[in-house]
């Protein structure tokens, strides 16, 4: 089926699998952190200020990785976001008790950075399918795979929620625990 598709289209399915990938992995970091640090106590204030590295370096590598991108690659970029989104998940995946703020904020800094490169990668890539004279197909496509992430992090906030052992609504959350255990995700 897939080999019946022009070579623009397969790459853009292959470009925005990965942006959903990560969106929903990102969704679902940033849902983890919120609620682990809501279960320590910290206040909505202190919870966000968790997040300032996130955007900070998101900043710092929109401002970057255009240069970046057209001097590595965009390919090379996006994998790198995605390396970084690794590393930054499995920064979290350390005993309850290193989990401090400096070690959270320091992840979170890594995956705004990756957030930022992959989402830099895959709409520039975008562009460089799209036919010269067709700036409304571009627009289009550019629309649904920014449309479809900003759902996917809902998605992803979702998933993290009922897959934590913080969820404080469990009653609420019985479907959600059933796709999770049929994943093989701890419920």
Known sequence: MLSSLSPAIRQ??????NYWTFTLTDGALRMLV????HQL???PL???LLFLFYEIFGVVTNLVGGWLGARIGLNKTMNIGLGLQVIALLALTVPTAMLTVPWVMAAQALSGIAKDLNKMSAKSSIKTLVPAGAEGKLFQWVAVLTGSKNALKGVGFSWAACCSPHWVLPAQCGRWRGCCSSCGLPA
């Open 12 to 17: 853009y399915l292959i470009i925005t699998g």
């Open 34 to 37: 919120v609620l682990h640090f």
């Open 41 to 43: 106590g910290f206040s």
């Open 46 to 48: 202190n919870i966000a």
